[in-house]
């Protein structure tokens, strides 16, 4: 019964032996990226990979890129030319930047307001203060209330620069920790205003967009978005300290692939092709 037990646990010891060990991979980074990449690690194949995802913004996600703590940065902004130098400086390397999906950036207000739409113009003069009242913008004259991301994030980095010109945000803004705390908010707030990706668009009216008085008014649909005629879209990317191999490399090329590209979809956000 002994030799029995014994020969039993070196079988066992040898199996658990030549067992697979697991690869763990770290992605971190944009909050707008983080519920597409939790989905992709969900239903991606290989089973002897972990992952290990988190938001937190997309500054946040390139500087654990720098400092050697995550393997894969999400980001919803390009890489600024200074953290590319601090990657040189400490890799030896520019980074590796991959486009992975494509997103419209919406304007998102409570659904009882009755203005469902807006010139850049109009959003950007409500963003930097000059517009106070949803009066001013075709609605009741009641206070705007505005909600934006934090300033690490890439959504409010590219909100900033592309609707609002670089002009400072107004300080009345209030900065919510995550997408989906402003479309929270919006969706409780009468006269609230926010901003963020189409996948979060839950319970809110996405405002149809104009690129100047005189243009059509555009709605963030994947049509609208691929053709470039929604005034306001972006890809969004993965950073690397360098080009892939082994696992992050399995991993990349199927995000980039045909099963990748239509987990973008269900999601709610927009593949780099049709």
């Known amino acids: 019964m002994k030799l029995k037990s014994l020969v039993f646990g070196i079988l066992c010891v040898g199996l658990f032996a030549f067992a697979p060990a697991k690869t763990t991979i770290t992605i971190k980074g944009s909050d707008t990226l983080v519920i597409l990449a939790q989905r992709w690690t969900e239903v991606f194949p290989d089973k002897n990979i972990q992952f290990q995802v988190t938001g937190g913004g997309s500054g946040t996600g390139i500087a654990a890129l720098i400092n050697g703590t995550t393997d894969i940065c999400t980001s919803s902004r390009p890489i600024k030319p200074a953290e590319v130098d601090q990657l040189k ?3 030896k390397t520019n980074g590796l930047e991959i486009k992975v999906a494509r997103d419209g950036l919406s304007v998102y207000v409570n659904k009882s307001n009755p203005v469902k739409k807006m010139t850049l113009e109009q959003v950007r003069m409500i963003y930097t203060g000059k517009y106070k009242s949803w009066k001013d913008v075709g609605g009741p004259d009641k206070k705007i209330l505005l909600y934006s991301r934090e300033n690490n994030s890439g959504t409010y980095e590219f909100f900033k620069e592309h609707v609002l010109l670089k002009q400072d945000y107004d300080p009345t803004a209030q900065n919510m920790p995550g997408t989906a705390a402003v ?3 919006i969706a409780k707030d009468k006269y609230g205003i926010g901003f963020g990706g189409a996948a979060y668009a839950k319970d809110v009216v996405e405002v149809a967009l104009s690129e100047k008085t005189g243009s059509p008014y555009v709605m963030p649909t994947e049509s609208n978005i691929l053709s470039g005629k929604y005034p306001v ?13 082994g696992d992050i490399k399995k991993f990349v ?4 692939g045909k099963d990748g590209q239509k987990v973008i979809k269900e999601v709610g956000y927009f593949p780099l092709r049709k």
């Open 183 to 185: 479309v929270n908010a």
């Open 89 to 91: 400086a400490k890799y």
């Open 253 to 256: 090329d199927w995000v980039l």
């Open 233 to 245: 879209s972006r890809f969004l990317y993965f950073y690397l300290r360098e080009r892939p191999s």
